[in-house]
């Protein structure tokens, strides 16, 4: 197990604890733990783009103590990846549970990490803006106060 090489998957958006915990799971899996960060045109390929730019998501992953290697992810397909850094184990938020069942017949094992009813970023977007269309509404109704420092 020391020896193996694990992979995990992520667009790391609103980094929340939930990313941390996938992260810091992928590191007691293996030897060399490599964290793949999806780049802006790829989130932007089949879901809203990220409130946090490419440049800086990277950036808080890179910071962490955990990843041996941080590297820009351009596609959802690990076909390629899978022989260019000899993956032995592949980790993905459960949101994506079966998608990435391909990569088992290519000897890689794979992991889908339980996010549960915790914090996402997709849910953290809808409370923001949850909030904002209240905090409109009400400025429609009433005028908003001034908070002095």
């Known amino acids: 197990m020391k020896d193996n090489i694990v992979y995990v998957s992520g667009t790391f958006d609103l980094f929340h604890s939930n990313h941390l915990k996938m992260i810091r799971y992928g590191r007691g899996l293996g030897g060399t733990l490599i964290v793949g960060v999806s780049t802006d045109e790829l989130v932007c390929s089949y879901k809203n783009p990220p409130a ?4 800086e998501r990277i950036s808080i ?3 962490l103590k955990y990843p041996d290697v941080v590297i820009p992810q351009h596609s959802l397909d690990h076909h390629d990846l899978v022989n260019k850094i000899n993956m032995d184990i592949f980790v993905i938020g459960d949101d ?18 339980p996010y549960g009813k915790g914090v996402s ?3 953290l977007k809808k409370q923001i803006h949850k909030e904002y269309e209240k905090l ?5 109704d009433h005028e908003i106060p001034v908070v002095k420092k």
Request: net charge negative; aromatic share 22%.
């Open 52 to 55: 946090i730019p490419f440049e």
């Open 61 to 63: 992953v890179e910071a």
């Open 96 to 113: 994506w549970l079966g998608k990435y069942d391909y990569l088992k017949e290519l000897g890689v094992k794979v992991f889908y990490f």
């Open 121 to 123: 970023s997709s849910n």
């Open 136 to 140: 409109i509404r009400a400025s429609d």
